[in-house]
């Protein structure tokens, strides 16, 4: 019995270990978006010597297919309600 208190101390102390270092990790990770210049630098020139716009990402309205999303929720709240009940029922 003392063999699994030392393995589950062991599995807490690992698993908090890991938690905090990738805690850490991702804190001090410091991501800048490219300057501008660096930005026009990867388009290059045209003829022009204008600079190439470098394509960015392409803008989403988060709002375009809103219904589907909550007849799709919904659904699925009202499948786990259905679901939770008919399983108490039968117990």
Known sequence: MQHVKIMKGIRIFFLSFFIVLVSISSIKAEVHPPKPERAVAAGGL??????????????????????????????????????????????
């Open 46 to 91: 045209d003829d022009d010597g204008d600079p190439i716009p470098v394509p960015g990402p392409v803008p989403v309205s988060i709002d375009r297919d809103i219904f589907f999303l909550l007849g799709a929720g919904l659904v699925l709240g009202l499948t786990a309600v259905y679901k939770n009940k008919i399983k108490k029922a039968s117990m």
